[in-house]
């Protein structure tokens, strides 16, 4: 297969999932990673493609499937996951969502006593509960495989309970602190009613991306958790709302 073949085959697959890693493309194509990294560095000078650790993404992507999200920005989901588990505290009741984001806060959760945790989450849930943490999945229609539920169901019975404190990450939010949603909506909503504080982890790739609904502002929130730095003027429109720039 010629180079422009494989760009072309490159492009389709991208063109299906958004993101991918270079692992999959080497699997995929059937070529060695240094091939591969080759085509992937001359598409980037021909500004068809973004590199991020470990993979490639459009630089106008579409939704990216959750197999591949657990690889985009990991450093930084890492980095907000050790800040977040500084906000709980033993025997808190967390109710957490189905974002990579906040899975990875999630399982870092076995490191306090006594705790609960609700999601939507069941790979979070095995993990758990699997380490004696007391988990509550909320059921409902299996909405990304292979793991994250939600729908009707889950909204009813997130309804059931309060938390202490909850997390939660959508698809982006703008500069000026309006948090953009689309697919769990109700069930976002339903989580900050029914918690006492409210946690929203964003990493920089996600700041000014717009999607189909405004869910809300950060007046709703009790923290935002993200690496990317807030000018003051955003700071002090939300006087209730800390900060927290890693």
Do not use: W
Not at 24 to 53: G, H, V
Not at 55 to 82: C, H, I, T, W
Request: net charge positive.
């Amino acid at each position: 297969m010629y180079q422009k073949e494989r760009i072309d085959k490159i492009n389709e697959i991208l063109k299906t999932f958004g993101y991918v890693t270079v692992k999959f493309l080497t699997k995929e194509l059937d070529y060695s990673t240094a091939t591969i990294n080759r085509d992937l560095n001359l598409m980037e000078k021909q500004k068809l493609i973004k590199r991020t650790y470990g993979g490639v993404e459009l630089l106008n992507r579409k939704y990216v499937p959750l197999e591949f999200r657990y690889n985009l920005m990991k450093s930084a989901k890492n980095k907000l996951g050790v800040a977040a588990l500084s906000l709980v505290n033993d025997g808190d009741t967390v109710f957490i969502d189905g974002s990579t984001t906040c899975e990875n806060l999630g399982r870092r959760l076995i490191e306090k006593e006594g705790i609960s945790v609700i999601t939507n989450n069941m790979a979070l849930v095995m993990f758990l509960s699997e380490r004696g943490i007391n988990c509550t999945c909320l059921g409902g229609k299996v909405m990304e495989s292979p793991y994250i539920l939600g729908g009707e169901t889950t909204v009813e019975n997130a309804m059931k309970y309060n938390a202490d404190i909850c997390f939660f990450s959508t698809t982006g939010m703008s500069d000026k602190g309006i948090i953009y949603s689309s697919t769990y909506n109700l069930l976002y909503s339903t989580m900050i009613k029914n918690s006492k504080k409210v946690c929203y982890m964003a990493h920089s790739e996600k700041i000014n991306i717009k999607d189909s609904y405004n869910l809300c502002d950060l007046n709703s929130i009790s923290y935002i958790l993200t690496d990317y730095n807030f000018n003051d003027n955003v700071k002090n429109s939300y006087p209730d709302t800390r900060f927290i720039e890693i």
